[in-house]
């Protein structure tokens, strides 16, 4: 019989957080349920200032607008931020399919549910996988648009599921 494993390993926040590079490594923004839109230097300001004033509460950025492979996602209210990038989303398991988010330490593991009105009109997103450290989370957008990578100036869960499909 196969059984699900969850895993999760914590990332600490870099004592001298990676600088801000120049350059777009990250070519689409989407906010549900409009189409993906390129981003250029006008619009990453455009993007950046919406978020900032809190104009745009959700947010998906990607090259893949299959929304497949390597995204990061934004779901914000309430002065809460859940940032979240998923690695691959084709419903594989192992490491390589990992996800990582934000988390609130002191409300890891809790059922408490925010009042996030996610852009799918339907997930919930649990008090443990948010954060209100909204410079940190403008930052970390702004540098995956840059560099199609994660920030380390902020501290990120990773999480993956593997399959064991041994008898016991």
Same mark, same amino acid.
Request: aromatic letters at 14%; proline letters at 4%; one cysteine or more.
């Given at each position: 019989?196969?059984?699900?494993?969850?895993?999760?390993?914590?990332?600490?926040?870099?004592?001298?957080?990676?600088?801000?590079?120049?350059?777009?490594?990250?070519?689409?923004?989407?906010?549900?349920?409009?189409?993906?839109?390129?981003?250029?230097?006008?619009?990453?300001?455009?993007?950046?200032?919406?978020?900032?004033?809190?104009?745009? &509460?959700? !947010?998906?950025?990607?090259?893949? =607008?299959?929304? /497949?492979?390597?995204?990061? +996602?934004?779901?914000?209210?309430? $002065?809460?931020?859940?940032?979240?990038?998923?690695?691959?989303?084709?419903?594989?398991?192992?490491?390589?399919?990992?996800?990582?988010?934000?988390?609130?330490? &002191?409300? !890891?593991?809790?059922?408490?549910? =925010?009042?996030? /009105?996610?852009?799918?009109? +339907?997930?919930?997103?649990?008090? $443990?996988?948010?954060?209100?450290?909204?410079?940190?989370?403008?930052?970390?957008?702004?540098?995956?648009?840059?560099?199609?990578?994660?920030?380390?100036?902020?501290?990120?869960?990773?999480?993956?599921?593997?399959?064991?499909?041994?008898?016991?």
């Amino acid at each position: 019989m196969s059984h699900c494993t969850e895993h999760r390993e914590f990332i600490p926040r870099s004592d001298t957080p990676a600088a801000m590079p120049k350059g777009i490594a990250v070519h689409y923004y989407q906010r549900w349920p409009s189409k993906p839109q390129e981003i250029t230097a006008d619009s990453l300001r455009r993007v950046m200032k919406n978020l900032w004033e809190g104009k745009w &509460e959700n !947010l998906f950025l990607t090259n893949d =607008t299959t929304f /497949e492979q390597n995204f990061m +996602q934004l779901e914000s209210g309430g $002065g809460l931020y859940a940032l979240q990038f998923v690695r691959d989303n084709t419903g594989g398991s192992g490491e390589e399919s990992a996800w990582f988010s934000v988390y609130d330490p &002191e409300h !890891l593991d809790s059922d408490v549910e =925010t009042d996030i /009105e996610c852009s799918d009109g +339907q997930s919930i997103i649990y008090r $443990g996988d948010v954060t209100n450290d909204k410079e940190a989370v403008m930052t970390a957008i702004e540098y995956f648009i840059r560099t199609g990578e994660l920030w380390n100036g902020i501290p990120w869960m990773k999480s993956w599921q593997e399959w064991d499909w041994s008898e016991k």
